[in-house]
């Protein structure tokens, strides 16, 4: 399958944005200005997030002005597609739990795995399309959520280098194959997230298994990540992936 760009607009930083579509996966590639080939980056949202969110095209916008290829889409239950009722009832019932303080670790743990079971091949595919345009080179580095993240590392061998957010929740299937991510790690964790138990996190960063991985913690809740840290991610992928 093809990639059908739809769209395409030169920022002003330089950067080429464009639109397009894989089959049904609609998504965004960004690219630097430079005629040379860049390494690819994929930039996954968490949860279901849109593609479009603010916060995710600032990072990525930032990341291709810095000399990488950078890409996301809009997976299945993603964005604007279609969510199983499985999904939405699971969001009701996570809604609703929240507001009556009851715990929240079983329809999580529900929600989280089902995204991440449908995402992780659409994922894929845009993998391989994604690498077969021009100007396009390996290797290729992730950013982004981290339980679809741990996955795709554990999966796909063409990804050299992964920056994980340690918000959200983290499925107990993810946990585990956290042990076999061997590939250099960078951890963001925020001390005071109010959706992501600091010990948990810990106990992840301590489980992944390769010997090359990096915690970087900063106060303030889930959405307060210090602007810095995109900037040491770009070095991060900077010492990996050119």
């Given at each position: 399958m093809a990639i059908d760009f739809t769209s395409e607009q030169r920022l002003d930083d330089g950067v080429l944005e464009r639109e397009f579509t894989l089959g049904e996966i609609p998504g965004t590639?960004?690219?630097p200005e430079s005629p040379a080939p860049a390494p690819l980056i994929l930039m996954a949202h968490n949860?279901?997030?849109?593609?479009?969110?603010?916060?995710?095209?600032?990072r990525a916008r930032h990341t291709a002005a810095y000399g990488y290829t950078v890409a996301t889409i809009d997976a299945a239950g993603c964005g604007d597609r279609p969510r199983s009722a499985a999904d939405e009832q699971a969001r009701a019932d996570l809604r609703?739990?929240?507001?009556?303080g009851e715990p929240l670790d079983e329809i999580f743990e529900s929600l989280v795995g089902s995204l991440v079971a449908k995402a992780v091949p659409e994922w894929q595919a845009a993998l391989?399309?994604?690498l077969a345009l021009p100007g396009i080179d390996g290797p290729v580095g992730y950013s982004g959520w981290?339980?679809?993240g741990i996955r795709l590392a554990v999966l796909e061998p063409r990804i050299s280098a992964a920056g994980f957010f340690a918000g959200g929740y983290v499925p107990?299937?993810?946990?585990?194959?956290a042990r076999q991510v061997t590939i250099p790690l960078l951890f963001?964790?925020?001390w005071d997230d109010e959706g992501n138990p600091r010990q948990r996190a810990l106990d992840l960063f301590d489980a992944f298994g390769t010997k090359e991985k990096t915690l970087h913690a900063n106060l303030g809740g889930h959405t307060g990540t210090p602007w810095f840290e995109v900037e040491d991610g770009d070095r991060f992928f900077g010492r990996h992936l050119k």
């Open positions: 590639l960004w690219t949860n279901g997030l849109p593609r479009k969110q603010s916060r995710l095209v600032a609703r739990a929240m507001q009556a391989e399309a994604l981290t339980a679809l107990h299937a993810q946990r585990e194959e963001l964790l925020q």
